[in-house]
């Protein structure tokens, strides 16, 4: 049958999402340096070599026919399989862009059986994944503003360490000398309630992904 082939780049390597008879395979390839030969393996791919034989650092492979479930995220760059079983298989790939849902038709329609499609909310644990992220980032930010103006208020002299986030430090500093103490703690305040409002939203009204299940699915 037909190839079809989807892949990305990433910080230490690449990921290449392959349709391939009647399988799917998502071929790990480790290291920057192998990563410039992902046009080299993709040929390959498409000349019939195997997807084992690439010397790829991993090789996972989904037969259409086990396939139960399939997910995309809400963002539609990340797509899941899921074989059927209560502990099946699971095939993942991050597309890098908005077309996750694109790639699950094409695979879905391989398949040659029927899926429904819908609507369904994403864990808590991935609603709450964003607002936890940018709690962190505003504590770590507000601990730092903290500090510099108890060093102020103390009339203590700051010192600044070097590299790249020596800016961002001055900039904590003048922020603090500005608001003064009673200032920074609203500030804290304000943080707070702002993460946990958002939190709270996310929970109550979640982001929902698009799924398809097997008709045959139990």
Known sequence: MELQVWSKLEDAGAVILALRGDAVH???IAGRKEARELPK?????????????LG???????????????????EQDHIKFRASGYDGATLKFRTGDADATEIARCVLARAGRGFREGQEDVGALKALFE?????GFFGLCW????DSSNHLVRGEEIEISGG??????????????VLGETGT?????????????????????RPQRTAWWSDQAG
């Open 185 to 205: 703690l609203l500030v804290g305040v304000g943080m707070l309630a702002l993460t946990l409002g958002w939190a709270t939203k996310r929970l109550i009204r």
């Open 164 to 177: 790249r986030g020596r800016l961002f430090h001055q900039l904590m500093i003048w922020v603090a000398g």
């Open 143 to 146: 601990g730092l503003l903290f």
């Open 26 to 28: 998502r071929i790990k």
């Open 131 to 135: 607002p936890m992220v940018m709690g």
């Open 41 to 53: 393996m993709i040929e390959a791919l498409r000349e019939g070599v195997d997807p084992m034989d």
């Open 56 to 74: 790829a650092r991993s090789v996972d492979t989904l037969s259409l026919g086990s396939i139960e479930k399939v997910e995309v995220s809400p």
